[in-house]
């Protein structure tokens, strides 16, 4: 159950929205290590390039009915039909691009898998294996990337991976928990301290 909003400080940008709010106070920013919810994240943050996040959050039980629970293998093995039965959907982001590149990133996660056990190991490293303790007061300045996020993506990219830029790669970071964005101020930032 979502908390009452009004004796309690969150994130300026979780707002009035109860999807928003209570993606806030129970996702957000809670450090992510089961591979299948890290992929799950990697491809919604690259669906989100160009839209809003509350655009993908109200998606995003369709997504994961279209997408097989997000299972990297039975992604990978997509065909051309599965890429015109995504196209069909009306329930996802209907963009090809994003499609291919969420088939091509499910076989370049599996080899990353493969090469590191998991990708869970594979994608802490670059924070030292622990959350990374931002103190920020205000929106204006938690920043749209880091140098985490640039060699992050840098090092997906030369793996393989598609729509994987730093900005959606920091995004990516808050998501999962690898660093910590809410305002010293909101309620979750001392909780996931």
Same mark, same amino acid.
């Given at each position: ?38 992929? &799950? ?14 655009? #993908?959050? +109200? ?6 009915? %279209? ?7 039975? #992604?990978?093995?997509?065909? &051309? ?14 963009? +090809?691009? +994003? #499609?291919?590149?969420? #088939? ?39 920043? %749209? ?25 920091? %995004? ?22």
């Amino acid at each position: 159950m979502v908390k009452n909003t009004t004796k309690i400080k969150r994130c300026a940008w979780a707002g009035n929205d109860l999807l928003y709010q209570e993606y806030h106070d129970k996702e957000w920013g809670v450090p992510v290590h089961a591979d299948r919810l890290i992929f &799950e994240f990697l491809i919604l943050e690259g669906m989100q390039a160009g839209l809003s996040w509350i655009t #993908i959050l +109200k998606k995003r039980s369709n997504f994961r009915k %279209a997408f097989h629970g997000f299972n990297p293998k039975r #992604i990978a093995q997509y065909t &051309e039909n599965d890429v015109q039965r995504l196209l069909a959907d009306p329930g996802i982001i209907r963009n +090809k691009s +994003k #499609i291919k590149a969420t #088939i091509n990133n499910a076989q370049c996660f599996l080899k990353v898998q493969k090469e590191f056990g998991t990708f869970d190991a594979y994608i802490w490293q670059f924070v030292n294996g622990r959350p990374k303790q931002n103190r920020f007061h205000t929106l204006k300045q938690v920043p %749209a990337t880091s140098p985490e996020s640039d060699a992050l993506s840098q090092d997906l990219k030369k793996r393989g991976f598609k729509f994987v830029g730093p900005t959606i790669c920091y %995004a990516h970071m808050q998501a999962t928990g690898m660093v910590n964005d809410h305002t010293v101020d909101c309620f979750r930032y001392h909780e996931l301290k």
